[in-house]
């Protein structure tokens, strides 16, 4: 497709499961971000890859996220044992170059609900 | 402490009217500054980016400016429509930094 494509769209899990979220940039993208929005606020950073590299994780809020982009392209971010307060949407953008100046293009996010 | 605030909160217009949104931003050292819309249930797209030279930026209805001395920009939108009906963000980039601060966004509504 043209644009950033996430899925699942929505996600239910109960608290203490695991779940994994998903996101395919816009081929040839270079960097890759992934945000987090708690409903009512803007969006907030949480990693950063360049083509396989993670180099910025520092909006992680623990060490139960965790991001990964193996070949460079789709990116994988992972929550474990999840808790109430993971419920939000997760945002992923890709970006063609480096620059802080490359426009960044959204994807429609994951809504996830913990019960 | 929030590095971007934008106010107001929110607002409802009459379709037709014009609008300003406004945004303070304290981020230091500034690479550029941007506006997005977000639709309901909906990724962000990308209105204007504006870097320090830049003080407006215009795309259709939509006219961002910046005074990166006061550290503040508007946006404002002209004519408005039905479909503008969303939140506007604005977002901030730190200079060599690849994140985006955003702010908490202004809920529009526009009412026929």
């Known amino acids: 497709g043209a644009g950033v494509s996430q899925s699942p769209r929505y996600k239910v899990a109960k608290r203490g499961q695991d779940v994994a979220l998903r996101c395919d940039p816009i081929?040839?993208?270079?960097?890759l971000f992934w945000y987090q929005q708690a409903l009512g606020q803007g969006p907030e950073f949480l990693t950063y890859?360049?083509?396989?590299?993670?180099?910025?994780k520092s909006g992680l809020p623990s060490d139960r996220f965790f991001a990964e982009r193996p070949e460079g392209s789709v990116s994988t971010l992972k929550i474990q044992r999840t808790q109430q307060e993971d419920s939000a949407v997760y945002l992923c953008?890709?970006?063609?170059?480096?620059?802080?100046?490359?426009?960044?293009?959204f994807g429609d996010g994951t809504r996830l609900s913990i019960l | 402490k929030n590095q971007v605030e934008q106010s107001p909160q929110s607002l409802i217009i009459l379709e037709g009217k014009n609008c300003t949104l406004q945004?303070?931003?304290?981020?230091?050292?500034?690479?550029?500054l941007r506006w997005y819309k977000q639709d309901t249930g909906r990724g962000p797209v990308s209105l204007t980016i504006?870097?320090?030279?830049?003080n407006t930026k215009s795309n259709g209805r939509y006219t961002a400016t910046l005074d990166a001395d006061t550290k503040q920009s508007s946006l404002h939108i002209t004519a408005s429509q039905l479909s503008d009906s969303a939140s506007y963000i604005c977002?901030?980039?730190?200079?060599?930094?690849?994140?985006?601060?955003f702010g908490q966004g202004t809920r529009l509504t526009i009412n026929p």
């Open positions: 945004c303070n931003y304290t981020v230091s050292p500034f690479s550029n």
């Open positions: 977002v901030v980039t730190t200079q060599g930094a690849q994140k985006l601060v």
């Open positions: 081929s040839g993208h270079v960097s």
């Open positions: 953008a890709s970006s063609l170059g480096q620059g802080s100046n490359q426009p960044q293009h």
């Open positions: 890859f360049q083509n396989e590299a993670q180099l910025d």
């Open positions: 504006m870097t320090f030279s830049e």
